[in-house]
């Protein structure tokens, strides 16, 4: 122990309320989010030890600063000491790791040793995190590193100039507390997982290497041209060099400050539902690659429709959460391609992904297997649209999910909202958020699940002009008893844009039966869905739907005797088996649905 550390005032925590705030600086942004296209990382993915810390005495007495001793060494008390905690697996959700850890909302310490090996070629060295709910602050051999804010996107860190040859102590604090501060807030209807629970890779990397590097078609281009944009991890000047063998093209681009920007002549086969065509692209920089699969289409919209290289589509869509009994939102490939399995066989191309970016295979798994996607970020109900710090947080969230997926063809849809009222702050805040969008990517479409003018039974939103398309969620049958309201909501409305109903649906135990009009059984579900799509089916504007939802899952803020911490809005029970009466109702209208 130092003298420095002997003379230290044991007991200045106890009065320190801002032992927080030294951790919230260096935060991980999209700006060094680095791209992983085909990289193979070092996996941190397995055992950790972890601890449980209600009252952030990590953070107040610096646990992260006691070298890691025996106990007959100790020469003051200790209350952590990290080879006595328990363990848990990365990735998981510690909410379902053992049933008393299942309502912890708070701070929880990830302590793992590292090896490193330093390599005269791949010198640098990054952290990538799949997704950490909520906060994120990062620790190694004793030093604060960095934070990271949202809970579903990806983040790395440079460690390169704290990383010793041999071992190294790796410290990830990881806090899910709900706050008003928060994106979302403090009220949601999906339970409240915490942990890391998506891969933790280290990536070594050469001196420069490509940060980005994103390839897509160019919008009205007769699909003849891609937009490339290639971000280098210094502002250096050279040349890139991208492929796609199967096209037999090559080219040579400028790098000037670490940046190219190019628009390459090619007509690749577009890339549809109905036929998935990928490419293999290679990116590379002296003696680095980035190595993508993908698919080159157009999405744009034309007055009240949405064109998919240049035809009208109608979305025949479902909403679903990352969300199981057993593993909470970690999403294993078996569990994503079951979800494509069901909403194939129930007709879909288009999935929802609601209410928070979902694990990034997802859009891989839809790359390959033609399905279309509405990626959004958790802009949902309350937030504090008043606070420039939260919508810096949102913005962020929206910028690591554009750049994760941007050479993802299945999303073509970025959801930047869902059921936020109509406040002249949520209209600035959102509003910037669709500029956020357009800036990142200005190929793809840009929505919001909105409310209805429930005054004038309008579908009326001033964020509207904002958007390229519209989505509507609307409860007509269940939250809205009197079915008529939503033909009277149709027939008054006129908007000038393609809309899609975002989400609609009922809840229905299931095998609980009776009659159709009696709540929560499968037969007044599946009622109310053949009422909706009746109703839905002959409207011109509307361009699609995205019934809620495709499983029941975990939300706490529901406990009548049907729900018991569920949602039960599912077409399938959260079994993930068993199918209700509702799912063969909408299976047969999208089977069957021509539109006209
Ligand atoms: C909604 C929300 C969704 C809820 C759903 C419901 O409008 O967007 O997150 O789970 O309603 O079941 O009430």
Request: charged share 25%; net charge negative; glycine share 6%.
């Amino acid at each position: 122990m130092s003298a420095r550390e002997e003379l230290k005032d044991p007991f200045a925590h106890l009065h320190d309320e801002a032992y927080a705030s030294p951790y919230d600086g260096n935060p991980a942004t999209a700006d060094t989010l680095l791209a992983m296209g085909g990289r193979e990382g070092v996996s941190l993915n397995g055992t950790w030890n972890f601890t449980l810390d209600l009252f952030d005495e990590g953070l107040r007495q610096k646990w992260f600063a006691d070298e890691p001793l025996s106990p007959e060494l100790w020469r003051k008390p200790r209350d952590y000491d990290a080879g006595a905690g328990q363990t848990i697996t990365v990735p998981s959700c510690w909410t379902t790791w053992k049933p008393e850890w299942k309502y912890f909302e708070g701070g929880a310490w990830y302590t793992r040793t590292i090896e490193w090996l330093p390599s005269p070629e791949r010198p640098r060295a990054f952290l990538r995190v799949g997704a950490a709910n909520y906060r994120a602050r990062v620790f190694l051999n004793g030093e604060f590193v960095g934070s990271h804010r949202g809970g579903s996107t990806p983040f790395c860190f440079e460690l390169t100039e704290q990383l010793r040859p041999g071992e190294n102590r790796l410290q990830i604090q990881v806090d899910n507390s709900r706050h008003p501060s928060h994106v979302p807030m403090n009220h949601i209807d999906w339970f409240n997982d915490g942990g890391l629970y998506r891969d933790v890779d280290i990536l070594q990397l050469p001196p420069v290497f490509i940060a980005d590097a994103t390839l897509q078609l160019k919008p009205i281009s007769d699909f003849s041209a891609l937009d490339l944009e290639i971000t280098l991890s210094d502002k250096v000047s050279g040349t890139a060099n991208i492929s796609i063998p199967e096209l037999d093209a090559t080219w040579s681009v400028d790098i000037v400050d670490g940046k190219a920007r190019a628009t390459l002549a090619a007509s690749p086969v577009l890339w549809s539902p109905d036929y998935p065509k990928r490419y293999e692209v290679t990116f590379a920089y002296e003696g680095d690659r980035i190595v993508e699969q993908i698919g080159f289409r157009e999405v744009r919209i034309e007055g009240t429709r949405i064109l998919l290289n240049g035809k009208s589509i109608y979305l025949k869509g479902i909403c679903v959460h990352e969300d199981d009994v057993v593993v909470g939102k970690v999403s294993t490939e078996e569990d994503v391609r079951r979800r494509f399995a069901d909403a194939r066989d129930l007709g879909c191309n288009f999935l929802r992904l609601s209410h928070y970016p979902h694990h990034e295979h997802v859009a891989r798994i839809a790359d390959e297997l033609g399905f279309l996607l509405w990626e959004e970020i958790p802009v949902y109900w309350a937030i504090d649209f008043d606070s420039d710090s939260t919508l810096a947080d949102a913005g962020n969230q929206l910028r690591e999910l554009i750049r994760r997926d941007r050479n993802r063809a299945s999303v073509i849809l970025w959801g930047i909202g869902n059921e936020n009222a109509d406040t002249d702050a949520r209209y600035q805040f959102m509003k910037s958020l669709a500029t956020i969008a357009r800036e990142e990517d200005s190929s793809r479409l840009v929505g919001a699940a909105c409310l209805i003018n429930r005054e004038e039974f309008r579908i009326e939103d001033r964020l509207a002009e904002h958007l390229d398309v519209i989505g509507i969620n609307e409860y007509f049958g269940w939250y809205e008893p009197d079915f008529s309201g939503l033909q009277t909501l149709l027939a008054n409305s006129t908007p000038e844009k393609p809309v899609i109903i975002s989400e609609t649906g009922a809840d229905a135990k299931s095998d609980f039966h009776g009659r159709n009009d009696e709540l929560y059984t499968e037969e007044c579900q599946a009622r109310i869905y053949a009422q909706q799509v009746a109703s839905i089916a002959s409207v011109n504007y509307i361009c699609g739907l995205t019934p809620w939802l495709l499983y029941d899952f975990r939300s706490e803020r529901r406990q009548t005797v049907f729900n018991q911490g569920f949602n039960r809005k599912g077409l399938i029970a959260e079994n993930k088996k068993t199918r209700k009466q509702a799912f063969d109702v909408l299976a047969k209208f999208y089977h069957s649905y021509e539109r006209k």
